[in-house]
Protein backbone atom coordinates (compact mmCIF):
# COMPACT_ATOMS: atom_id res chain seq x y z
CA UNK A 1 0.00 0.00 0.00
CA UNK A 2 1.47 3.14 -0.90
CA UNK A 3 1.02 5.88 1.73
CA UNK A 4 2.39 8.79 0.40
CA UNK A 5 -0.63 10.16 -1.15
CA UNK A 6 -2.45 9.96 1.99
CA UNK A 7 0.54 11.87 4.29
CA UNK A 8 0.59 14.38 0.61
CA UNK A 9 -3.56 15.10 1.57
CA UNK A 10 -3.42 15.25 5.41
CA UNK A 11 -0.62 17.06 5.41
CA UNK A 12 -1.33 19.09 2.22
CA UNK A 13 -4.96 19.97 4.06
CA UNK A 14 -3.60 20.55 7.04
CA UNK A 15 -1.29 23.57 5.71
CA UNK A 16 -4.12 25.37 3.79
CA UNK A 17 -6.83 25.04 6.56
CA UNK A 18 -3.67 26.48 9.21
CA UNK A 19 -2.68 29.17 6.28
CA UNK A 20 -6.30 30.27 5.90
CA UNK A 21 -6.29 31.42 9.18
CA UNK A 22 -4.54 34.17 8.18
CA UNK A 23 -6.88 35.45 5.62
CA UNK A 24 -10.17 36.46 5.11
CA UNK A 25 -11.29 33.34 3.21
CA UNK A 26 -13.00 30.52 4.91
CA UNK A 27 -10.75 27.39 5.54
CA UNK A 28 -13.23 25.13 3.65
CA UNK A 29 -13.35 27.18 0.42
CA UNK A 30 -9.75 27.64 0.41
CA UNK A 31 -9.44 23.72 0.84
CA UNK A 32 -11.63 23.29 -2.28
CA UNK A 33 -10.02 25.43 -4.23
CA UNK A 34 -6.35 24.02 -3.71
CA UNK A 35 -7.68 20.89 -4.34
CA UNK A 36 -9.35 21.90 -7.94
CA UNK A 37 -6.13 23.55 -8.90
CA UNK A 38 -4.05 20.41 -7.27
CA UNK A 39 -6.08 17.75 -8.85
CA UNK A 40 -4.26 19.00 -12.62
CA UNK A 41 -0.73 19.33 -11.15
CA UNK A 42 1.62 16.80 -12.62
CA UNK A 43 2.22 13.90 -10.01
CA UNK A 44 -0.81 14.39 -8.17
CA UNK A 45 -2.44 10.88 -7.73
CA UNK A 46 -5.70 10.66 -8.34
CA UNK A 47 -7.92 10.47 -5.16
CA UNK A 48 -11.25 8.89 -5.94
CA UNK A 49 -13.87 8.80 -3.23
CA UNK A 50 -14.94 5.59 -1.75
CA UNK A 51 -18.06 5.86 -0.04
CA UNK A 52 -17.02 2.33 1.94
CA UNK A 53 -14.22 4.45 3.58
CA UNK A 54 -16.18 7.89 3.95
CA UNK A 55 -19.56 7.31 5.39
CA UNK A 56 -17.95 4.75 7.86
CA UNK A 57 -15.16 5.87 8.81
CA UNK A 58 -15.06 9.66 8.26
CA UNK A 59 -18.71 10.47 9.16
CA UNK A 60 -18.95 8.62 12.11
CA UNK A 61 -16.50 10.96 14.18
CA UNK A 62 -17.12 14.19 12.09
CA UNK A 63 -20.51 13.89 13.68
CA UNK A 64 -19.41 12.71 17.08
CA UNK A 65 -17.04 15.94 17.11
CA UNK A 66 -20.01 18.13 16.15
CA UNK A 67 -22.62 16.51 18.63
CA UNK A 68 -20.20 16.58 21.71
CA UNK A 69 -20.03 20.31 20.97
CA UNK A 70 -23.52 20.71 20.74
CA UNK A 71 -25.81 21.49 23.34
CA UNK A 72 -28.49 19.30 24.21
CA UNK A 73 -30.49 21.52 26.05
CA UNK A 74 -30.28 24.50 23.23
CA UNK A 75 -31.27 21.88 20.35
CA UNK A 76 -34.15 20.35 22.57
CA UNK A 77 -35.25 24.11 22.70
CA UNK A 78 -35.24 24.28 18.83
CA UNK A 79 -36.82 21.00 18.01
CA UNK A 80 -38.94 21.99 15.79
CA UNK A 81 -37.08 24.46 13.55
CA UNK A 82 -34.21 21.65 13.30
CA UNK A 83 -36.87 19.14 12.84
CA UNK A 84 -38.06 21.20 10.09
CA UNK A 85 -34.97 21.52 7.79
CA UNK A 86 -32.77 18.19 9.19
CA UNK A 87 -35.90 16.27 7.90
CA UNK A 88 -38.94 18.31 6.22
CA UNK A 89 -36.58 20.31 4.28
CA UNK A 90 -34.81 17.15 3.27
CA UNK A 91 -37.44 15.46 2.15
CA UNK A 92 -38.70 18.46 0.47
CA UNK A 93 -35.34 18.90 -1.51
CA UNK A 94 -35.20 15.06 -2.63
CA UNK A 95 -38.78 15.54 -4.24
CA UNK A 96 -38.12 19.07 -5.75
CA UNK A 97 -34.58 18.57 -7.11
CA UNK A 98 -35.45 15.06 -8.72
CA UNK A 99 -38.57 16.63 -10.28
CA UNK A 100 -36.87 18.98 -12.05
CA UNK A 101 -34.22 17.08 -13.28
CA UNK A 102 -36.96 14.39 -14.30
CA UNK A 103 -38.05 17.29 -16.32
CA UNK A 104 -34.96 18.57 -17.70
CA UNK A 105 -32.79 15.65 -18.52
CA UNK A 106 -33.71 13.95 -21.75
CA UNK A 107 -34.66 10.55 -20.92
CA UNK A 108 -33.51 10.65 -17.03
CA UNK A 109 -36.34 8.05 -15.56
CA UNK A 110 -38.25 9.69 -12.52
CA UNK A 111 -36.72 7.29 -9.75
CA UNK A 112 -32.96 8.19 -10.88
CA UNK A 113 -33.60 11.91 -10.53
CA UNK A 114 -34.80 11.00 -7.31
CA UNK A 115 -31.76 9.22 -6.39
CA UNK A 116 -29.92 12.48 -7.66
CA UNK A 117 -32.42 14.51 -5.42
CA UNK A 118 -31.48 12.36 -2.03
CA UNK A 119 -27.67 13.15 -2.92
CA UNK A 120 -28.21 16.55 -3.15
CA UNK A 121 -30.89 17.52 -0.56
CA UNK A 122 -28.58 17.56 2.77
CA UNK A 123 -26.77 20.78 3.31
CA UNK A 124 -23.15 19.82 4.99
CA UNK A 125 -23.56 23.14 7.74
CA UNK A 126 -19.40 22.52 8.92
CA UNK A 127 -18.17 25.69 6.59
CA UNK A 128 -21.80 27.71 7.73
CA UNK A 129 -21.66 27.10 11.39
CA UNK A 130 -17.33 27.58 11.34
CA UNK A 131 -18.66 31.04 9.33
CA UNK A 132 -21.41 32.03 12.14
CA UNK A 133 -19.38 31.48 14.63
CA UNK A 134 -16.43 33.19 13.10
CA UNK A 135 -18.58 36.04 12.55
CA UNK A 136 -20.63 36.17 15.95
CA UNK A 137 -24.08 35.21 14.49
CA UNK A 138 -26.85 34.76 17.45
CA UNK A 139 -26.54 31.52 19.12
CA UNK A 140 -29.99 30.52 17.76
CA UNK A 141 -29.19 30.66 14.22
CA UNK A 142 -25.48 28.94 15.33
CA UNK A 143 -27.55 26.26 16.89
CA UNK A 144 -30.08 25.77 14.02
CA UNK A 145 -27.26 25.15 11.73
CA UNK A 146 -25.99 22.87 13.91
CA UNK A 147 -28.51 20.59 14.61
CA UNK A 148 -29.73 20.16 10.54
CA UNK A 149 -25.95 19.20 10.35
CA UNK A 150 -26.69 16.70 13.01
CA UNK A 151 -29.59 14.91 11.51
CA UNK A 152 -30.18 15.83 7.79
CA UNK A 153 -27.60 13.12 6.34
CA UNK A 154 -29.61 10.42 8.04
CA UNK A 155 -32.49 12.05 6.86
CA UNK A 156 -30.78 11.55 3.37
CA UNK A 157 -29.09 8.58 3.04
CA UNK A 158 -32.38 6.58 3.94
CA UNK A 159 -34.26 8.42 1.15
CA UNK A 160 -30.97 7.86 -1.04
CA UNK A 161 -31.96 4.17 -0.14
CA UNK A 162 -35.29 3.94 -0.98
CA UNK A 163 -35.12 6.18 -4.31
CA UNK A 164 -32.20 3.63 -5.41
CA UNK A 165 -34.67 0.58 -4.76
CA UNK A 166 -36.79 1.66 -7.36
CA UNK A 167 -33.89 2.97 -9.56
CA UNK A 168 -32.19 -0.16 -9.92
CA UNK A 169 -35.05 -2.33 -10.04
CA UNK A 170 -35.85 -4.18 -6.63
CA UNK A 171 -39.19 -2.69 -6.55
CA UNK A 172 -40.48 -0.36 -3.81
CA UNK A 173 -43.95 1.45 -3.15
CA UNK A 174 -44.43 5.14 -0.85
CA UNK A 175 -45.73 2.71 1.90
CA UNK A 176 -42.71 0.38 2.17
CA UNK A 177 -40.30 3.21 1.52
CA UNK A 178 -42.27 5.16 4.61
CA UNK A 179 -41.76 1.91 6.78
CA UNK A 180 -37.94 1.75 5.67
CA UNK A 181 -37.99 5.47 6.64
CA UNK A 182 -39.69 5.34 9.62
CA UNK A 183 -37.36 1.64 10.61
CA UNK A 184 -34.07 3.73 10.09
CA UNK A 185 -34.88 6.52 11.98
CA UNK A 186 -36.50 4.66 14.87
CA UNK A 187 -33.79 2.49 15.16
CA UNK A 188 -30.82 4.73 15.02
CA UNK A 189 -32.39 6.57 17.88
CA UNK A 190 -32.77 3.04 19.44
CA UNK A 191 -29.31 1.83 18.74
CA UNK A 192 -28.11 5.39 20.35
CA UNK A 193 -30.35 5.28 23.22
CA UNK A 194 -29.25 1.57 24.17
CA UNK A 195 -25.40 1.97 24.13
CA UNK A 196 -25.25 6.03 25.51
CA UNK A 197 -26.05 4.91 29.41
CA UNK A 198 -23.58 1.69 29.40
CA UNK A 199 -21.10 3.60 27.10
CA UNK A 200 -20.98 6.78 29.87
CA UNK A 201 -20.51 4.21 32.50
CA UNK A 202 -18.21 2.25 31.32
CA UNK A 203 -16.40 5.93 30.90
CA UNK A 204 -17.12 6.60 34.20
CA UNK A 205 -15.30 3.37 35.95
CA UNK A 206 -12.12 3.83 33.56
CA UNK A 207 -9.48 5.44 35.75
CA UNK A 208 -6.84 5.67 33.09
CA UNK A 209 -6.78 8.30 31.16
CA UNK A 210 -5.54 6.84 27.94
CA UNK A 211 -7.80 3.67 28.31
CA UNK A 212 -10.41 6.66 28.39
CA UNK A 213 -9.22 8.20 25.53
CA UNK A 214 -9.24 5.05 23.10
CA UNK A 215 -12.67 4.40 24.24
CA UNK A 216 -13.69 8.05 23.30
CA UNK A 217 -12.14 6.87 19.69
CA UNK A 218 -13.98 3.98 18.98
CA UNK A 219 -17.47 4.96 20.42
CA UNK A 220 -18.82 7.11 17.15
CA UNK A 221 -17.57 4.05 15.25
CA UNK A 222 -19.03 1.27 17.43
CA UNK A 223 -22.47 3.31 17.65
CA UNK A 224 -22.20 3.26 13.61
CA UNK A 225 -21.70 -0.13 12.82
CA UNK A 226 -24.24 -1.49 15.72
CA UNK A 227 -27.04 0.55 13.67
CA UNK A 228 -26.06 -0.40 10.69
CA UNK A 229 -25.86 -4.20 11.31
CA UNK A 230 -29.41 -3.94 12.05
CA UNK A 231 -30.26 -1.60 9.32
CA UNK A 232 -30.70 1.49 11.27
CA UNK A 233 -29.53 4.72 10.94
CA UNK A 234 -25.57 4.63 11.74
CA UNK A 235 -26.17 8.81 11.90
CA UNK A 236 -28.61 8.95 14.51
CA UNK A 237 -27.17 6.62 16.67
CA UNK A 238 -23.76 8.31 16.69
CA UNK A 239 -26.04 11.49 17.00
CA UNK A 240 -27.67 10.52 20.29
CA UNK A 241 -24.71 8.83 21.49
CA UNK A 242 -22.24 11.76 21.37
CA UNK A 243 -24.81 14.26 22.65
CA UNK A 244 -25.72 11.99 25.55
CA UNK A 245 -22.16 11.66 26.44
CA UNK A 246 -21.31 15.35 25.59
CA UNK A 247 -24.05 16.76 28.30
CA UNK A 248 -22.66 14.59 30.97
CA UNK A 249 -18.86 15.05 29.86
CA UNK A 250 -18.53 16.98 33.61
CA UNK A 251 -19.01 13.04 35.42
CA UNK A 252 -15.92 12.68 33.57
CA UNK A 253 -11.85 12.30 35.41
CA UNK A 254 -10.73 15.99 35.02
CA UNK A 255 -7.48 14.45 32.64
CA UNK A 256 -9.98 12.67 30.35
CA UNK A 257 -11.64 15.57 29.48
CA UNK A 258 -8.52 17.39 28.74
CA UNK A 259 -6.72 15.01 27.00
CA UNK A 260 -10.24 13.77 24.68
CA UNK A 261 -11.01 17.69 24.10
CA UNK A 262 -7.92 17.91 22.55
CA UNK A 263 -7.26 14.93 20.63
CA UNK A 264 -10.91 15.55 18.86
CA UNK A 265 -9.86 19.03 18.05
CA UNK A 266 -6.55 17.51 16.23
CA UNK A 267 -9.50 14.89 14.71
CA UNK A 268 -11.48 16.74 13.57
CA UNK A 269 -9.39 19.45 12.00
CA UNK A 270 -7.67 16.52 9.78
CA UNK A 271 -10.55 15.24 8.85
CA UNK A 272 -12.53 18.40 7.98
CA UNK A 273 -9.43 19.32 5.86
CA UNK A 274 -8.68 16.28 4.33
CA UNK A 275 -12.61 15.95 3.48
CA UNK A 276 -12.64 19.70 1.59
CA UNK A 277 -9.43 18.84 -0.36
CA UNK A 278 -10.77 15.57 -1.67
CA UNK A 279 -13.65 17.42 -2.98
CA UNK A 280 -11.53 19.54 -5.09
CA UNK A 281 -9.95 16.78 -6.08
CA UNK A 282 -12.96 14.87 -7.67
CA UNK A 283 -13.07 16.94 -10.73
CA UNK A 284 -10.68 14.75 -13.04
CA UNK A 285 -12.68 11.68 -11.91
CA UNK A 286 -16.22 12.97 -12.51
CA UNK A 287 -15.13 14.78 -15.94
CA UNK A 288 -13.40 11.14 -17.12
CA UNK A 289 -16.73 9.72 -16.61
CA UNK A 290 -19.45 12.06 -17.94
CA UNK A 291 -18.88 9.94 -20.84
CA UNK A 292 -21.76 10.18 -23.98
CA UNK A 293 -22.84 13.39 -21.97
CA UNK A 294 -21.07 16.52 -23.54
CA UNK A 295 -19.32 19.00 -20.82
CA UNK A 296 -20.53 22.24 -21.99
CA UNK A 297 -24.36 20.26 -22.58
CA UNK A 298 -23.80 18.92 -19.07
CA UNK A 299 -21.86 22.01 -17.58
CA UNK A 300 -24.08 25.16 -18.90
CA UNK A 301 -27.73 23.44 -18.67
CA UNK A 302 -28.59 20.79 -16.44
CA UNK A 303 -25.79 21.79 -14.11
CA UNK A 304 -27.51 25.54 -13.47
CA UNK A 305 -30.70 24.21 -13.88
CA UNK A 306 -29.85 21.79 -10.51
CA UNK A 307 -27.84 24.62 -9.11
CA UNK A 308 -30.06 27.06 -9.02
CA UNK A 309 -33.36 24.45 -7.70
CA UNK A 310 -31.46 23.57 -4.95
CA UNK A 311 -30.94 26.63 -3.64
CA UNK A 312 -34.40 28.00 -4.44
CA UNK A 313 -35.38 25.18 -2.79
CA UNK A 314 -34.28 26.26 0.34
CA UNK A 315 -35.74 29.46 0.78
CA UNK A 316 -39.16 28.01 -0.22
CA UNK A 317 -39.11 25.70 2.28
CA UNK A 318 -37.49 28.15 5.36
CA UNK A 319 -39.55 30.68 4.99
CA UNK A 320 -42.74 29.52 5.44
CA UNK A 321 -41.26 26.86 7.98
CA UNK A 322 -39.88 30.09 9.78
CA UNK A 323 -43.38 32.10 10.04
CA UNK A 324 -45.70 30.00 9.60
CA UNK A 325 -45.82 28.08 12.51
CA UNK A 326 -45.41 32.06 14.37
CA UNK A 327 -48.63 32.69 12.84
CA UNK A 328 -50.57 29.71 14.18
CA UNK A 329 -49.60 29.79 17.46
CA UNK A 330 -49.43 32.79 20.18
CA UNK A 331 -47.01 30.39 22.20
CA UNK A 332 -44.58 29.98 19.48
CA UNK A 333 -44.98 33.53 18.96
CA UNK A 334 -43.88 34.18 22.86
CA UNK A 335 -41.01 31.65 23.01
CA UNK A 336 -39.29 33.37 19.58
CA UNK A 337 -39.49 36.39 19.65
CA UNK A 338 -35.46 36.86 18.17
CA UNK A 339 -37.30 35.27 14.89
CA UNK A 340 -36.20 38.01 12.20
CA UNK A 341 -36.34 37.69 8.20
CA UNK A 342 -32.58 38.61 8.12
CA UNK A 343 -31.70 35.01 10.61
CA UNK A 344 -34.04 33.45 8.23
CA UNK A 345 -32.49 34.40 4.73
CA UNK A 346 -29.28 33.81 6.80
CA UNK A 347 -30.16 29.91 7.41
CA UNK A 348 -32.00 30.09 3.97
CA UNK A 349 -28.68 31.22 2.18
CA UNK A 350 -26.04 28.48 4.49
CA UNK A 351 -26.90 25.77 2.56
CA UNK A 352 -24.08 24.51 1.40
CA UNK A 353 -23.40 20.89 0.83
CA UNK A 354 -20.47 18.87 0.84
CA UNK A 355 -18.50 15.63 1.06
CA UNK A 356 -21.24 13.32 2.07
CA UNK A 357 -23.39 14.33 -1.14
CA UNK A 358 -20.11 12.99 -3.31
CA UNK A 359 -19.96 10.59 -1.00
CA UNK A 360 -23.05 8.95 -1.38
CA UNK A 361 -22.79 9.73 -5.29
CA UNK A 362 -19.71 7.38 -5.69
CA UNK A 363 -21.95 4.40 -4.06
CA UNK A 364 -24.49 4.31 -7.12
CA UNK A 365 -24.19 0.82 -8.47
CA UNK A 366 -22.81 0.66 -12.16
CA UNK A 367 -25.71 -1.50 -13.07
CA UNK A 368 -29.22 -2.14 -11.98
CA UNK A 369 -30.86 -5.12 -10.87
CA UNK A 370 -31.68 -6.72 -14.61
CA UNK A 371 -27.79 -5.83 -15.39
CA UNK A 372 -28.32 -2.79 -17.79
CA UNK A 373 -26.14 0.21 -16.89
CA UNK A 374 -27.59 2.83 -14.34
CA UNK A 375 -29.28 5.66 -15.92
CA UNK A 376 -27.09 8.48 -16.57
CA UNK A 377 -25.08 7.65 -13.49
CA UNK A 378 -21.98 9.91 -15.02
CA UNK A 379 -24.35 12.46 -15.37
CA UNK A 380 -25.45 12.38 -11.76
CA UNK A 381 -22.01 12.31 -10.65
CA UNK A 382 -21.30 15.08 -12.55
CA UNK A 383 -24.42 17.09 -11.26
CA UNK A 384 -23.43 16.23 -7.52
CA UNK A 385 -20.02 17.83 -8.17
CA UNK A 386 -21.22 20.79 -9.83
CA UNK A 387 -23.70 21.25 -6.92
CA UNK A 388 -21.20 21.21 -4.14
CA UNK A 389 -18.88 23.29 -5.46
CA UNK A 390 -21.66 25.44 -6.50
CA UNK A 391 -22.87 26.04 -3.57
CA UNK A 392 -19.74 26.26 -1.23
CA UNK A 393 -18.15 28.83 -3.74
CA UNK A 394 -21.12 30.96 -4.04
CA UNK A 395 -22.44 30.94 -1.30
CA UNK A 396 -19.41 30.10 0.78
CA UNK A 397 -18.31 33.49 -0.60
CA UNK A 398 -21.48 35.83 0.04
CA UNK A 399 -22.21 34.22 3.11
CA UNK A 400 -19.95 36.21 5.79
CA UNK A 401 -20.42 40.16 3.63
CA UNK A 402 -24.15 38.84 3.50
CA UNK A 403 -23.97 38.23 7.12
CA UNK A 404 -22.20 42.04 7.77
CA UNK A 405 -24.66 43.42 5.66
CA UNK A 406 -27.98 42.40 7.08
CA UNK A 407 -26.47 43.18 11.00
CA UNK A 408 -27.45 40.81 12.98
CA UNK A 409 -27.77 41.45 16.86
CA UNK A 410 -24.05 40.28 17.69
CA UNK A 411 -23.57 38.19 20.67
CA UNK A 412 -23.63 40.24 23.64
CA UNK A 413 -20.20 39.82 25.04
CA UNK A 414 -20.08 41.71 27.96
CA UNK A 415 -23.30 39.93 29.12
CA UNK A 416 -21.85 37.05 28.38
CA UNK A 417 -18.96 37.83 30.70
CA UNK A 418 -21.73 39.47 33.19
CA UNK A 419 -23.34 35.66 33.53
CA UNK A 420 -20.50 33.70 34.15
CA UNK A 421 -19.02 35.76 36.54
CA UNK A 422 -21.99 35.51 38.61
CA UNK A 423 -21.83 32.11 38.07
CA UNK A 424 -18.10 32.27 38.81
CA UNK A 425 -19.39 33.49 42.14
CA UNK A 426 -22.15 31.72 43.27
CA UNK A 427 -19.69 28.71 42.61
CA UNK A 428 -16.81 29.81 44.69
CA UNK A 429 -19.11 30.52 47.32
CA UNK A 430 -20.37 26.77 47.56
CA UNK A 431 -17.04 25.60 47.21
CA UNK A 432 -15.96 28.01 50.35
CA UNK A 433 -18.68 26.72 52.07
CA UNK A 434 -17.52 23.13 51.17
CA UNK A 435 -13.78 24.10 52.47
CA UNK A 436 -15.18 25.18 55.85
CA UNK A 437 -16.91 21.96 56.44
CA UNK A 438 -13.78 20.13 55.34
CA UNK A 439 -11.68 22.05 57.54
CA UNK A 440 -13.69 21.57 60.90
CA UNK A 441 -13.08 17.70 60.66
CA UNK A 442 -10.74 16.36 62.97
CA UNK A 443 -9.18 14.58 59.78
CA UNK A 444 -8.15 17.54 57.39
CA UNK A 445 -6.25 19.66 59.25
CA UNK A 446 -3.68 21.73 57.60
CA UNK A 447 -1.43 24.08 58.67
CA UNK A 448 -2.22 27.97 57.91
CA UNK A 449 -0.34 28.51 55.11
CA UNK A 450 -1.62 25.95 52.89
CA UNK A 451 -5.15 26.73 53.83
CA UNK A 452 -4.44 30.09 52.92
CA UNK A 453 -3.31 28.77 49.44
CA UNK A 454 -6.35 26.81 48.97
CA UNK A 455 -8.66 29.93 49.70
CA UNK A 456 -6.25 32.15 47.55
CA UNK A 457 -6.67 29.91 44.85
CA UNK A 458 -10.90 30.24 45.28
CA UNK A 459 -10.57 34.07 45.06
CA UNK A 460 -8.48 34.53 41.96
CA UNK A 461 -10.83 32.11 40.46
CA UNK A 462 -13.86 34.14 41.79
CA UNK A 463 -12.20 37.60 40.51
CA UNK A 464 -10.61 36.51 37.06
CA UNK A 465 -14.25 36.45 35.20
CA UNK A 466 -14.67 39.82 36.87
CA UNK A 467 -11.36 41.31 36.10
CA UNK A 468 -12.00 41.17 32.61
CA UNK A 469 -15.10 44.06 32.67
CA UNK A 470 -12.71 45.98 34.61
CA UNK A 471 -10.43 48.76 32.99
CA UNK A 472 -7.56 48.27 30.55
CA UNK A 473 -4.11 49.76 31.89
CA UNK A 474 -3.67 53.03 29.33
CA UNK A 475 0.51 52.05 29.05
CA UNK A 476 -0.15 48.46 28.02
CA UNK A 477 -3.24 48.16 26.54
CA UNK A 478 -4.48 44.75 29.30
CA UNK A 479 -6.98 44.06 31.43
CA UNK A 480 -5.98 43.09 35.09
CA UNK A 481 -6.76 39.30 34.26
CA UNK A 482 -4.32 39.98 30.93
CA UNK A 483 -1.31 41.11 33.11
CA UNK A 484 -2.07 38.14 35.66
CA UNK A 485 -1.85 35.76 33.12
CA UNK A 486 1.17 37.13 30.96
CA UNK A 487 3.23 37.52 34.68
CA UNK A 488 2.17 33.59 35.41
CA UNK A 489 3.13 32.59 31.81
CA UNK A 490 6.61 34.51 32.62
CA UNK A 491 7.10 32.96 36.05
CA UNK A 492 6.62 29.40 34.31
CA UNK A 493 8.70 30.31 31.76
CA UNK A 494 11.24 31.18 33.94
CA UNK A 495 11.31 27.92 36.12
CA UNK A 496 11.44 25.92 32.83
CA UNK A 497 14.84 27.51 31.79
CA UNK A 498 15.94 26.38 35.19
CA UNK A 499 14.45 22.69 35.00
CA UNK A 500 16.06 22.29 31.58
CA UNK A 501 19.41 23.53 32.32
CA UNK A 502 19.35 21.39 35.67
CA UNK A 503 19.00 18.42 33.29
CA UNK A 504 21.33 19.44 30.92
CA UNK A 505 23.81 19.72 33.68
CA UNK A 506 22.77 16.03 34.80
CA UNK A 507 21.62 17.37 38.61
CA UNK A 508 18.08 15.95 37.20
CA UNK A 509 17.24 13.22 34.94
CA UNK A 510 14.92 13.41 31.58
CA UNK A 511 12.16 11.26 33.55
CA UNK A 512 12.16 13.65 36.49
CA UNK A 513 12.53 17.14 33.99
CA UNK A 514 9.04 15.50 32.23
CA UNK A 515 7.49 15.32 35.58
CA UNK A 516 8.45 18.52 36.08
CA UNK A 517 7.63 20.34 33.29
CA UNK A 518 4.06 18.26 32.88
CA UNK A 519 2.97 19.90 36.19
CA UNK A 520 4.06 23.45 34.96
CA UNK A 521 1.89 23.03 31.91
CA UNK A 522 -1.07 22.15 34.33
CA UNK A 523 -0.37 25.14 35.41
CA UNK A 524 -0.03 27.36 32.60
CA UNK A 525 -3.06 25.75 31.13
CA UNK A 526 -4.74 26.69 34.33
CA UNK A 527 -3.88 30.03 34.43
CA UNK A 528 -4.90 30.61 30.91
CA UNK A 529 -7.87 29.04 31.39
CA UNK A 530 -8.83 31.14 34.82
CA UNK A 531 -8.80 34.42 32.33
Known amino acids: MDVMPLLMLVAGGAAIA ?13 LVAAGLVASYVPGVPDYTLDPEIVLPLLLPPLLHTAALESSYLDLRANLRP ?28 LPAAL ?42 ITAY ?24 SVGGIGVGLVLMVPLHWLRRRLREPLLQNTLSLLIPFAAYAAAEEVEASGVLAVVVV ?24 MVA ?18 LRGLGEYSFREAAVWYASVVFVTVVAARFVWVYPATFLPRALSTRIRARETDTTWQGALVVGWAGMRGVVSLAIAFSIPVTTHSGEPFPARNLVLFLTFTTVIGTLVVQGLTL ?20 EAQAQSEASQAAERRLDELLAEGGNALPSPLVDRLRAVLERRRNAVWER ?63
Not at 18 to 30: E, K, N, Q
Not at 406 to 419: G, H, K, N, V, Y
Open 18 to 30: GAARRTPVPAPLL
Open 161 to 184: KVALAAAVGVGTTWGEGIREFAVA
Open 242 to 265: ALYLGHHSWQVDFATRLQEAAVWR
Open 82 to 109: VALLSVGYVLFATLVVGYVAYLVVPGLP
Open 400 to 419: PPLIRRLRLPARDTSAETLA
Open 269 to 286: FVLESAVFALIGLQLPVV
Open 469 to 531: LGAVDEETGESADDTYRRLAREMIDAEREVFVALRDARRIDDEMLRTLLRRLDLEEAAAYREG
Open 115 to 156: VLGAIVAPPDAVAATAIARRLGLPSRITTILQGESLVNDATA
